[in-house]
């Protein structure tokens, strides 16, 4: 079956790619650091000829409530800085956890709109930034590996994809990976949108949720989730009418949520009566040798081949 949104959209505002020399600022906007790992990522990202600015509260703990990085107030003056600071050509977020939705709605939107486009990256409870950077700066922006976390430091293939998406976008065009395989069959085509499962049920009812994602290629993935929890995401985002007009979903990793088997029981017996594509395992998220996936770029999942083929690069020329 092939999919199209009634109206094919043509994405959100593309920020210019990296050149070496670049300024990126880390950022906390979750849970707490660790030292060594925010130095390493700092490290990496060195190497890589980037000049880095660490955020003056990234290791901060909050007085009282030990799962996040510092008060709200601090973790979001931080990121506005970042964002507002013309030398700063991309934000990364140091580690997901808890926290975003609790500062979310303490940024100054108006103020973060005057500022030029620039990269986002962030993945897991970023998902709640990534919502609210595309419904109010209309920014495409980065589902890719945090910088002060085992996966950016550790993982080889996980921050080459980065790094290659970040500095040579044309390069990272199709995403698919050795366990891509169809769900249900079919090709979609949409603007890529999503992130992790539980954050984007959290958000529904909020100031940054959208009514629904329609016209999207809707990407999925999640992590510690019993499958009975899964169930009741989906089960909630299907109630809540966010799968209204979705051509099609990219499932990525499971980890920890049980049997791989098991988790794609769930998901057909969710999912599959939308009648649309679904990939299964396409290599993003809780994983080793996650891609980065470009949000807000209008993109063909190709179920049958395993395949999400952007239209053009996750950044802009500059």
């Given at each position: ?65 030990g799962?996040?990085?510092?008060t ?31 500062m ?9 709109r ?24 209309g ?12 996966a ?126 679904i ?6 998220g ?33």
């Amino acid at each position: 079956m092939d999919q199209h949104p009634t109206t094919p959209g043509r994405g959100l505002t593309r920020p210019p790619h990296l050149r070496p020399g670049d300024h990126v600022a880390v950022v906390a906007t979750s849970g707490p650091i660790d030292p060594g790992r925010l130095a390493a990522g700092a490290a990496l990202l060195r190497s890589w000829d980037l000049r880095v600015t660490i955020a003056p509260h990234v290791l901060d703990t909050h007085p009282v409530l030990g799962h996040l990085a510092g008060t709200d107030a601090d973790r979001a003056a931080d990121l506005q800085a970042a964002w507002l600071d013309p030398t700063v050509n991309a934000v990364i977020c140091a580690r997901g956890g808890y926290g975003v939705h609790r500062m979310v709605d303490l940024l100054d939107w108006d103020a973060l709109r005057t500022a030029p486009p620039k990269v986002l990256v962030g993945y897991s409870d970023v998902s709640s930034l990534h919502e609210a950077f595309a419904r109010n700066l209309g920014l495409a922006t980065l589902y890719g590996p945090m910088s002060a976390t085992a996966a950016f430091v550790e993982d080889g293939p996980t921050a080459e994809h980065l790094r290659r998406t970040l500095f040579d976008p044309a390069a990272t065009t199709v995403l698919t990976s050795a366990t891509a395989t169809p769900l249900v069959p079919g090709r979609a085509h949409g603007v890529t949108a999503g992130g992790c499962t539980h954050v984007l049920t959290a958000e529904r009812g909020t100031p940054t949720a959208r009514p629904s994602y329609a016209g999207s290629i809707l990407i999925l993935e999640d992590v510690n989730e019993h499958l009975y929890q899964l169930d009741r995401l989906l089960t909630q985002l299907l109630r809540s009418g966010a799968f209204d007009g979705v051509t099609g979903i990219a499932l990525g990793s499971w980890e920890g949520c049980g049997p791989l088997d098991r988790v794609r029981d769930v998901m057909l017996d969710r999912l599959g009566p939308l009648g649309i594509p679904i990939v299964w395992e396409l290599g993003f998220g809780h994983c080793r040798s996650a891609l980065t996936v470009p949000l807000g770029v209008p993109a063909l999942l190709d179920a049958d081949a395993g395949t999400l083929t952007l239209d053009l690069p996750a950044l802009a020329e500059r």
